[in-house]
C-alpha cells in the first residue's frame, strides 16, 4: 500500500508561470513533509519542508501548502524557470519512527 | 552543502560477485538510511539506523545487508549480486531529534550487475 503518492507523473509548465506539484499521503501520523528535487544519476537536493503544526512555508520561489483534512499538499514554484526541470519527490515521515517515505515522483518540464 | 559521501559512484560487476557500497557522513548524524530507486520509480526505504548498533530492515524487502559499528560510517553489502540488484543505491542521513527534519542525500551508487 502506497502511502504517499503523486498522481502526476509528468507537468510541463511555460517558463514565468506558476508550476504547481501535488502529493496526497494516506497515513495520519505523518507530521513532516519535504520537497526534493532530483536529476538522473544525482542524490535528491531538500527544496523546502513543512511541519504539521503549520499550512502553508515559503522560501524565496517555493511555497508549499499542506492540508491536513484532506491529506494533500502542494509545492508551488513561481516564476518557472527552465533551471527547474528535474523530478520532484515528496516526502513524508513520523517524528516517532524517523522513517521517510517517499512518493513516486513528478517529472518537471520548464519550457523557455 | 551536505557532508555525506558514497563510494563508488558507478560499478559493474559480474552476477555473483560480493560488493559493498560505502556510505560516510561527517555531520554526527544519528540516523541513516539506504534507498533503492529504479529508473522513473519511487525511493524505496530498503534500511535504516537510529544509530551505532542498530540496524532495521525498510519497507522494501531487499537482499542486502547493512552494519553500522561507527556513527559516521553505513556500508551495505550483497554477498552475491544479481542482475535484479541493477538499481541506484542512495544513502542519507539526518540529525533530528523531536520533531522530524532534512534528510540529507548522498551522490548515489549506480550498480549494474550483468
Known amino acids: 500500500d502506497q502511502q504517499v503518492k503523486q498522481n502526476s507523473p509528468s507537468l510541463s509548465v511555460q517558463e514565468g508561470r506558476i508550476s504547481i506539484l501535488n502529493c496526497d499521503y494516506t497515513n495520519s501520523m505523518f507530521d513532516y513533509f519535504l520537497w526534493y528535487k532530483k536529476y538522473p544519476a544525482e542524490g535528491p537536493t531538500f527544496l523546502i519542508s513543512i511541519s504539521s503544526i503549520k499550512d502553508k512555508n515559503e522560501d524565496g520561489r517555493f511555497t508549499v501548502f499542506l492540508n491536513k483534512s484532506a491529506k494533500h499538499l502542494s509545492l508551488h514554484i513561481v516564476p518557472s524557470q527552465p533551471g527547474d526541470s528535474a523530478v520532484y519527490f515528496c516526502a513524508a515521515c513520523n517524528s516517532g519512527t524517523y522513517k521517510y517515505i517517499f512518493g513516486t515522483g513528478t517529472r518537471l518540464k520548464v519550457l523557455a | 552543502e551536505a557532508d555525506i559521501y558514497q563510494t563508488p559512484r558507478y560499478l559493474v560487476i559480474g552476477t555473483g560477485k560480493k560488493i559493498t557500497l560505502e556510505c560516510s557522513q561527517t555531520?554526527?548524524?544519528?540516523?541513516m538510511y539506504w534507498y533503492q530507486q529504479d529508473p522513473g520509480m519511487e525511493l524505496h526505504l530498503i534500511h535504516y539506523?537510529?544509530?551505532?548498533?542498530?540496524?532495521e530492515k525498510g519497507d522494501l524487502s531487499s537482499e542486502s545487508t547493512v552494519s553500522r559499528i561507527r556513527t559516521e560510517h553505513f556500508p551495505l553489502t550483497l554477498e552475491s549480486a544479481r542482475p535484479s540488484h541493477t538499481s541506484q543505491y542512495l544513502c542519507a542521513s539526518s540529525g533530528a531529534s523531536g520533531i522530524a527534519g532534512e534528510l540529507f542525500f548522498g551522490e548515489g551508487s549506480r550498480l549494474t550487475v550483468l
Open positions: 555531520m554526527g548524524h544519528d540516523k
Open positions: 539506523s537510529y544509530g551505532v548498533n542498530s540496524t
